[in-house]
Every structure is written in structure tokens, then in C-alpha cells.
Nanobody
């Protein structure tokens, strides 16, 4: 059974930084592309970033470009999302998900980790 577990969420000040982690198990490292998504109360879930299975290609939503960085360490079965200069609109539950294609439909989802931004 493929499993994804997010961690690293918490309370951060406006303009601060946070690192989210997505630990994967149940599949060969490097097989799946990974995406990060977020959902704020009353809003639609949106894609934040995605990374290819090897890590050679990445994509970012316009709202987080130049502030967030996605990376992966397949030896550790972990994908990271480095978030910098956090804004109130970044507050949400963040989910990681796995896909067989780069930035394609996601087949497996984690349970999410909450990020709160305080002023």
C-alpha cells in the first residue's frame, strides 16, 4: 500500500519561512511524480508545485513563484517544499500527492498538514 505522510506544518509569522516534508512508502523511489496542493477554508483546493520522478523538472503556481522551492531526495523517499516570505494567503492545509506522470492526475494523497500565518 502506497502511503504519503506530510509533516512540518505549524504557526509561522508573516514573512517567515517553513519547510514541509512528504515521506513516501510502498513504492520504488523515483517512480512517481509528486505534487503539493493546498486548501484554505471556503476555497477550492489548488495546485502549488510539482516535481518529476527524477527531480529534473519542477513547476510552480504563479502565486508562489520566487518564494517556494520544491525538491526531492529519492534515497530518503522524501519530497520537500521550502516556503519563504509567507503571506496570509498561504495559510491552508497542505497536501502532497503522487502521480505516474509529471504534474498529471494524482492517484495517491496524504492526510495534510496545517500551515497558519500570523500577523
Amino acid at each position: 500500500q502506497l502511503q504519503l505522510v506530510e509533516s512540518g506544518g505549524g504557526l509561522v509569522q508573516l514573512g517567515g519561512s517553513l519547510r514541509l516534508s512528504c515521506a513516501a512508502s510502498g513504492f520504488t523511489p523515483g517512480y512517481y511524480a509528486i505534487g503539493w496542493f493546498r486548501q484554505a477554508p471556503g476555497k477550492e483546493r489548488e495546485g502549488v508545485s510539482c516535481i518529476s520522478s527524477s527531480g529534473d523538472r519542477t513547476h510552480y503556481a504563479d502565486s508562489v513563484k520566487d518564494r517556494f522551492t520544491i525538491s526531492r531526495d529519492n534515497a530518503k523517499n522524501t519530497v520537500y517544499l521550502y516556503m519563504n516570505n509567507l503571506k496570509p494567503e498561504d495559510a491552508a492545509v497542505y497536501y502532497c500527492a503522487a502521480s505516474e506522470t509529471y504534474c498529471g492526475p494524482m492517484d495517491y494523497w496524504g492526510q495534510g498538514t496545517l500551515v497558519t500565518v500570523s500577523s
